[in-house]
């Protein structure tokens, strides 16, 4: 029998090749993680972009050939979603395959993908939607097992697979421990990023507090969104550093009528370091997380009796003080689906929301409201946030 054994001596030197120096590594995997509605999906749309247009990647100088990306979506739209955000990150969309293959049980089939858009990087987004079901997340040996195809794969066609995942809903301890799904997948990863978004005053009051203030020039400005590098082997400790951006919205004509698409924009080296970036994030999820709540419920309430044009619910979300952000993360908390609807001819989003039991709980709490319609609040406040904590105006929603 032939031994799988051989000489250290011929093994072939090489240095690790990089689709982002220090960060994103060819011919491995790497996960984006972190809360729902933090920009993680926002950041794999920029990167698909820099790929197609072979754009440098953030605070990189070094421009490369413009290539494919097999491109896989669970639980956004691409015609409302997705689509749209890579137009106004400016992609070459026809680099771009938004395959339906099942991740982990047609390794063939991507790499069929990979040859035909002459790929340099697939995006799964999210994790969960991917993987079958039938293996407890905790039988390490067989989840070994299911990946070592697609690991094999990345290694064989040089591609970067960047993996996005949530955390888990009581995410907390080990930083290598809060990605939802198999503990396999976290350590077969080369490398682990952890974005998150901070209001614009923790994060200059932090700033202060860690001995470099400076005076926020635009106090209106979008809130900060942070990846910060868990673990990325290879790269040097002293590059593992965070990054911060901002979300801002874009102009975007979609059927000859502007809408207004999220992008990440803005790119800087963050002033902070990833431990204090963890424990500021900690304390606005513990605010946030009492938004979302109250948003939730709001939202459920709206669409207890029958489904709302998507316009319709971002302005009267703007008029309870629920910020654009908030409100996403209750339509996916939710599970509330966009479908498209044709009036006098012309077509428009209305957002639908099944019959669980928190849609049936919140239709009877609609004989709690008010007169004029909206959620008790205190006064002053609007929905029970003051008057201030008011988003700018509404954006277009899909």
């Known amino acids: 029998m032939k031994t799988p054994f051989t000489y250290a001596s011929q093994v072939p030197l090489r240095n690790r090749e990089w689709l982002w120096e220090n960060r994103i590594p060819f011919g491995a995997l790497t996960i984006i993680e972190g809360y729902p509605g933090q920009g993680k999906s926002l950041f794999v749309v920029d990167l698909a972009a820099r790929v197609t247009r072979g754009a440098a990647m953030p605070l990189d100088t070094k421009p490369r050939k413009p290539a494919g990306v097999v491109y896989l979506v669970g639980e956004e739209d691409w015609e409302y979603d997705v689509a749209p955000r890579l137009a106004a990150a400016r992609a070459d969309r026809k680099r771009i395959r938004c395959s339906k293959v099942e991740m982990l049980d047609d390794v063939e089939q991507l790499a069929t993908e990979i040859r035909d858009v002459k790929a340099k990087v697939i995006i799964v987004d999210p994790l969960l939607q991917f993987l079958p079901c039938g293996i407890a997340w905790g039988d390490n040996a067989r989840?070994?097992?299911?990946?070592?195809?697609?690991?094999?794969?990345?290694?064989?066609?040089?591609?970067?697979?960047?993996?996005?995942?949530?955390?888990?809903?009581?995410?907390?301890?080990?930083?290598?421990?809060?990605?939802?799904?198999?503990?396999?997948?976290?350590?077969?990863?080369?490398?682990?990023?952890?974005?998150?978004?901070?209001?614009?005053?923790?994060?200059f009051a932090a700033r202060a507090l860690a001995g470099s203030p400076v005076e926020d020039a635009n106090p209106n400005g979008p809130d900060f969104s942070f990846i910060s590098p868990v673990k990325v082997n290879g790269a040097p400790r002293a590059a593992l550093v965070p990054l911060n951006f901002s979300i801002i919205g874009t102009p975007?004509?979609?059927?000859?009528?502007?809408?207004?698409?999220?992008i990440a924009d803005d790119w800087r080296e963050s002033m902070l370091s990833r431990e204090d970036v963890e424990k500021i994030s900690a304390q606005e999820q513990k605010r946030e997380k009492g938004e979302l709540a109250r948003a939730k419920k709001w939202l459920a309430t709206q669409l207890a009796g029958g489904d709302v044009a998507a316009t319709d619910i971002a302005k009267e979300a703007e008029e309870e003080g629920i910020s654009e952000r908030t409100l996403m993360r209750a339509k996916a908390d939710l599970g509330v689906r966009s479908v498209p609807r044709y009036t006098d001819g012309k077509r428009a989003s209305w957002w639908t929301l099944k019959q669980t039991k928190a849609a049936k709980g919140a239709k009877n709490a609609k004989a709690a409201r008010g007169a004029d319609g909206r959620l008790p609040g205190k006064a002053g406040t609007v929905g029970g946030l003051p008057k201030a904590a008011r988003g700018a105006k509404a954006a277009t929603l899909h």
């Open 252 to 262: 975007l004509k979609i059927g000859g009528k502007p809408s207004s698409q999220p």
């Open 143 to 203: 989840w070994r097992q299911k990946l070592k195809p697609l690991r094999d794969l990345a290694q064989a066609t040089r591609v970067a697979i960047v993996v996005v995942r949530h955390f888990t809903k009581n995410a907390s301890g080990n930083a290598h421990d809060r990605g939802e799904g198999p503990r396999a997948f976290g350590a077969m990863a080369r490398g682990v990023h952890y974005v998150t978004t901070m209001s614009r005053a923790a994060y």
